[in-house]
């Protein structure tokens, strides 16, 4: 039995190491949005084709000090399709940001103030903006968790409603990814 305990661990570190080795950092977005290496994948995009995408997100980390995971997919979403050829400029990616993930699109000062920690997701943010993405916060949803609009992210922009954004961008011909 003692056998065995010793050995689970060395296991275990060799089961990550495995994993990690098929980690992708991205070209796109570099400090976020790691992907992994998938051999022969049998659904690829064309690389010619532009892919008009909105991600609509809810959530937020359970804990105030961690990055939002939803956030951090729009990254890997624009870093393995760009990995797999898909030209950046291809990628018309849009977010809708309502509910409880309000908070992780305010200003850093205003996130240390409610939270007493540095707001884990600015880097993210404008890591996203640099590349195009456009951010749209509920005004709905903002307005009722108690903040005004200078209170927002210099990287977002304000909706009357995260429906109304949705409706807007669906309209223009954005397929809809929800985390919700």
Do not use: W
Not at 40 to 46: K, V
Not at 48 to 69: G, H, M, P, R
Not at 93 to 120: C, L, M, Q, R, W
């Amino acid at each position: 039995m003692k056998y065995v305990l010793l050995i689970l661990p060395v296991l275990c570190i060799q089961l990550c190491s495995a994993q990690d080795s098929n980690q992708i950092q991205g070209t796109a977005i570099k400090n976020h949005g790691i992907t992994y290496q998938i051999e022969s994948p049998d659904l690829i995009l064309e690389t010619s084709k532009k892919y008009k995408v909105i991600f609509d997100i809810a959530k937020t980390a359970e804990k105030n000090d961690q990055l939002n995971s939803s956030i951090n997919t729009i990254a890997r979403f624009i870093n393995m399709h760009t990995l797999q050829g898909v030209p950046l400029e291809n990628l018309e990616v849009v977010a809708v940001i309502h509910g409880g993930a309000v908070k992780d699109y305010t200003s850093n000062e205003v996130y240390f103030k409610k939270y007493g920690v540095n707001n884990p997701n600015i880097e993210l943010i404008k890591e996203l903006k640099e590349v195009g993405v456009q951010t749209y916060m509920c005004g709905q949803s903002f307005t009722y968790h108690g903040y005004k609009k200078e209170q927002l992210s210099e990287h977002a922009n304000l909706a009357l409603s995260a429906m109304t954004a949705l409706v807007y961008f669906q309209e223009e011909g954005y397929q809809i990814i929800n985390f919700n």
